[in-house]
């Protein structure tokens, strides 16, 4: 069969339910594709969380990824009660689909304890803020490399 008659037996017009069925079907594979890719936090970040959540007496679903945008993780800031409680995602590598906390924010959860060290160990942290908590202590001096462009 010859490329032109081959062109002509699938002419988009003449067979629209087979074009439409193709793009579907096409479709469906791109988007289980881009799922099966999805981002997640890097272990040693995990285990990082898990540290900061024990130390501030802060309940995390680790059942979930921290990347996920699932609530629990980020939730709507409340305005009326100055709450917030999100931990942010970025800085991913599209190799191994990995990401690093860029953003941690728990306002007003009456959190107690010494600020933590181990926020230190997020090297891609750029915003942190613990306002209306229970925290006390010094920052301790591993803070000092961080790279914190909001505190």
Partial sequence: MSAIKAATLFNVSSHPLLFLSLLLGLSSFLDLRCRAQTQ??????VKVL??????L?????????????????????????NYANNVTCGMCDTTTNTC????????????????PAEFADLT???????TRNYLNGTIP??????????L
């Fill in 124 to 130: 891609y942290l750029d915003t942190l803020d613990l």
């Fill in 50 to 55: 898990q540290t900061i959540g024990s130390k």
């Fill in 57 to 81: 007496n802060k309940t995390w679903n680790f059942d979930v990824d921290p990347c996920s945008n699932v609530t629990g993780w980020v939730d709507r800031e409340n305005k009326m009660t």
């Fill in 141 to 150: 001096a591993k803070w000092g490399t961080l790279r914190l462009t909001n």
């Fill in 40 to 45: 997640t936090l890097v272990d040693h970040e």
């Fill in 100 to 115: 690093h906390v860029t953003s941690i924010i728990l306002k007003g959860q009456n959190l107690t304890g010494e600020l």
